[in-house]
């Protein structure tokens, strides 16, 4: 088995969105990929995706048509996991189940060559789970694009339990060649940026809640420099993901603080695609328009749970949101599961749309000064409980004098 993983030939699995980024992002790289969906109708439809985005490239001046043929000659669709004998590489990009993917990995595992590279593009799955199921745990790991992937910058690659060094190091090389900005990352739920996501949207949906409107809360973030607060982002990407996703996994739909997201799904207000979710869209429009039916659903829901509004200022859903982000970038440093605060902050300047003069949450909070950071943390965990608890990492880093900057890798 060669140690130099040299990638010559890509295979990717599945032709939905995020299989039709990653394809363009490898043929834009000039490497070959091999293309299978279950469906083959799926990969033509894919193939036709591609082709429009380059002609509208031709079209705009910024490549050639012999370079978009070029690209299109790269890509090979195929009918069966037999003819991905031979890739380097292969990327699975199917939708996020565990069994299934399990089921993919079992199959690759018995027909891909030794010594290439088995990678899974989820969000959020357990990598060692994938790789359990093969004989190679060492060549697997994950490869998290962001959607649409042949646009979105970021790449987090995900380290499992066993995956070799060198396999982490040609998925590197990898990210370099496709024009990613790459950020390792360990095995947890939802790795970097959505376990951070994960946090931060709990916030701005406890909000809604205690008194906040989507418009209120998103305006503020806006504000602070954020490209869409989060209730647009919901919109953009489709509140129905989340909403179905509880519904497969049989959990978390009665939580309080997705109630309102039900409710909106109920109604057909999926986002920007139906037209309507958090905010309003003309036909043919991306523009957000508020509704005053979302914050009387809002009011609603919030009676309905019991809660007492009140008014929340701007000045706290910031606090909130932002302290949200860093006390669990905090706790991903202090596992290990980010080298270093510099990896985070690139995932969320990158991923997430967090503004670019702020350098990022755990800069942002290093330019605040830890001591009052731990501070803020403190009184929330008075006001609102034990969850905002100040990560161990910055009661050490307060003492001492430091700040996330100053964390190295294992030196925690």
């Not at 043929?27 to 439809?45: R, Y």
């Not at 508020?290 to 914050?295: A, R, S, Y």
Request: aromatic content about 8%.
């Amino acid at each position: 088995m060669s140690n130099n993983y040299t990638i010559q030939q890509a295979a990717v699995i599945g032709a939905g969105t995020m299989g039709r980024g990653i394809v363009i992002s490898l043929a834009n790289a000039g490497i070959p990929v091999l293309w299978l969906d279950n469906n083959p109708q799926m990969v033509e439809a894919g193939l036709q995706m591609a082709e429009d985005t380059w002609a509208q490239h031709v079209a705009k001046g910024r490549i050639s048509t012999g370079e978009a043929s070029l690209r299109r000659a790269r890509i090979q669709a195929v009918n069966d996991y037999a003819d991905l004998a031979d890739a380097d590489l292969v990327i699975e990009a199917v939708y996020e189940n565990l069994e299934l993917k399990q089921q993919i990995f079992r199959t690759l595992d018995a027909t891909v060559k030794q010594g290439a590279i088995l990678s899974s593009n989820t969000s959020a799955l357990d990598i060692d789970a994938i790789a359990a199921v093969t004989a190679r745990p060492q060549d697997v790991l994950g490869l998290h694009f962001f959607s649409p992937a042949h646009i979105m910058k970021l790449l987090e690659i995900i380290r499992g339990a066993h995956t070799a060094p060198a396999v982490l190091d040609a998925a590197v090389a990898l990210g370099q060649r496709i024009g990613k900005v790459s950020v390792v990352a360990g095995n947890c739920d939802g790795f970097i940026g959505n376990r951070m996501l994960h946090t931060y949207v709990f916030e701005a949906r406890s909000m809604l809640l205690e008194g906040a409107y989507p418009h209120q809360v998103d305006s503020a973030l806006q504000g602070f420099g954020f490209a869409m607060g989060p209730f647009r982002m919901y919109d953009v990407v489709g509140i129905d993901l989340e909403w179905r996703a509880r519904e497969l996994a049989g959990k978390g739909q009665d939580v309080a603080q997705v109630q309102v997201d039900n409710r909106l799904c109920e109604l057909g207000r999926f986002g920007q695609k139906a037209g309507k979710g958090y905010y309003l869209y003309a036909p043919g429009s991306r523009q957000a328009e508020h509704d005053p039916e979302v914050d009387a659903l809002v009011q609603r829901e919030a009676e309905r749970l019991g809660y007492q509004r009140r008014s929340v200022g701007q000045e706290e859903i910031l606090v909130r949101c932002l302290l949200a982000l860093v006390n669990e970038g905090a706790k991903i440093l202090e596992e290990n599961i980010a080298a270093n605060s510099h990896d985070i902050d690139l995932v969320y300047l990158n991923g997430y749309g967090f503004p670019a003069d702020k350098n990022g949450p755990m800069a942002w909070a290093d330019a605040q000064g830890l001591a009052a950071i731990r501070e803020r943390l403190l009184q929330l965990t008075e006001r609102f409980g034990p969850h905002w608890q100040p990560a161990k990492l910055i009661d050490r880093l307060v003492e001492g004098g430091k700040r996330f900057a100053d964390v190295k890798e294992g030196q925690v």
